[in-house]
């Protein structure tokens, strides 16, 4: 009786982990781009279910969840067992082997069949994440203390950089934009467009971090690592710095501001440089070279008169 009662315990309490975690899931589902409060899933994909990050989630819920769920419940009901009938109780003579060949062998050989067959799709995984298209639009991204810095190539508007620094918490409620996430001047990307940031530090190490994205890389001092993403609909994704990088690490955000290609370009084009007037040239009075007074003719030299005989 006590056995089925503690059985029916842990199968409840198993159940209310993963239904928690699905459920919040489901809940961080109602905002995209930005954390929700008190949820335990993922935060849903920026790029959709077919993108990298939309293959994240697919990989985790489908096929690491399950078998950690699993393990879970298997590992549970072990212990169950062996404190409802090895205690001393139920067991006062305890066994005196040391070891069971077949055990060890199932103990070892399973496991290794679990990781190679998560690996299967992890290295897939991987090897899509790397697997970067041909970028439409390449932007660099500086990590400084405590800020980030964007540069665009010179294909868009002749070139152009800015600085983006997180606004205070005044600017973020009267804009109705999050704390510690909101900045002054976003990331603005075209969205369905395959965008490669490439990424560096100005001082320490720091990390451009968009979990919407499921894009990471550490932004090292003399060194450029290159991530690569592609927003599926117009919107707003946040991200931060999630490498410790001095007393300010916690206010260091990322905002991706993703527009429709057309609004995009009208974005750029208020960045473009002023054309350099062209340099003006005056149009000089064609001028003759000066005629100098005719000098008069040499006079012609004289034959000497030839003797006379």
């Not at 897939?124 to 500086?142: F, G, S």
């Not at 005044?170 to 996430?181: M, N, S, V």
């Not at 350099?276 to 008169?305: G, M, Q, W, Y």
């Amino acid at each position: 009786m006590v056995k089925d009662k503690l059985k029916s315990i842990a199968a409840a309490a198993t159940f209310g982990v993963y239904a928690a975690m699905t459920s919040g899931a489901a809940l961080a589902e109602q905002v995209i781009g930005k954390p929700v409060d008190k949820a335990i899933g993922m935060q849903p994909a920026g790029d959709g279910m077919g993108g990298i990050r939309g293959q994240q989630i697919a990989f985790h819920d489908n096929i690491l969840l399950p078998i950690i769920t699993l393990i879970t419940l298997f590992v549970l009901a072990l212990l169950i067992c062996i404190i409802i009938r090895y205690n001393k109780r139920s067991n006062p003579t305890p066994a005196q082997f040391s070891h069971n060949t077949a055990l060890e062998i199932a103990w070892t050989t399973v496991p290794v069949l679990i990781l190679m067959f998560v690996a299967i799709f992890s290295f897939r995984l991987l090897y899509r994440e790397h697997d970067m298209p041909k970028p439409d639009l390449t932007v660099k991204a500086t990590g400084n203390q405590w800020y980030w810095s964007y540069e665009y190539p010179k294909a868009a508007a002749g070139g152009f950089s800015f600085n983006s620094n997180p606004l205070s918490e005044d600017e973020a409620k009267a804009k109705g934009l999050p704390f510690k996430l909101a900045v002054n001047k976003p990331l603005v990307i075209p969205a369905g467009k395959t965008v490669q940031v490439l990424v560096t530090g100005a001082d320490v190490l720091h990390a451009f971090f968009i979990p919407a994205f499921g894009v990471q890389a550490t932004a090292i001092p003399g060194h450029v690592n290159s991530v690569w993403f592609k927003a599926d609909k117009p919107g707003i994704y946040y991200g931060q710095c999630n490498e410790l990088c001095g007393v300010q690490h916690y206010f260091m955000p990322i905002m991706i501001d993703a527009r429709a290609p057309a609004d995009y370009d009208a974005w750029v084009a208020t960045h473009a440089k002023p054309a350099a007037p062209a340099a003006s040239v005056a149009a000089a009075p064609a001028t003759t070279a000066p005629t100098s007074a005719a000098a008069p003719a040499a006079p012609a030299a004289a034959k000497p008169a030839s003797p006379q005989a």
